[in-house]
């Protein structure tokens, strides 16, 4: 079993940066693979990224392709998202989740553990 704490949250301006962290308890974090969604107020909750236990794979939303980069630290069981070039668009809360199914995947029905998220607002 995995907890998952986001943090990194805020609100930027568009076209700004914004790094979000996601802290995971427990000694399996890295067998995991991760993931990243988010929901806006009156949406679906969407997929944004994952990656891979090893970190040797990721997978992006179009809408965030060349913008945002996922990433990982095993030895501090740390996943983390680098969102640039933010577009009001963007905003949304953001939410970890965990894989213990060893999917790598976009949908969110693979995961079985997730954060509480973080907002995060982009304001044009």
């Known amino acids: 079993q995995v907890q998952l704490v986001e943090s990194g949250g805020g609100l930027v301006q568009a076209g700004g940066s914004l790094t979000l962290s996601c802290a995971a308890s427990?000694?399996?974090?890295?067998?995991?693979?991760m993931g990243w969604f988010r929901q806006a107020p009156g949406k679906e909750r969407e997929f944004v990224a994952a990656i891979r236990w090893s970190g040797g794979s990721t997978l992006y939303a179009d809408s965030v392709k060349g913008r945002f980069t996922i990433s990982r630290d095993n030895a501090k069981n740390t996943l983390y998202l680098q969102m640039n070039s933010l577009k009001p668009e963007d905003t949304a809360a953001y939410y970890c989740a965990a894989s213990s199914f060893g999917l790598f995947s976009s949908v969110s029905g693979d995961y079985n553990y997730w954060g509480q998220g973080t907002q995060v607002t982009v304001s044009s």
């Open positions: 427990g000694r399996t974090f890295s067998s995991y693979n």
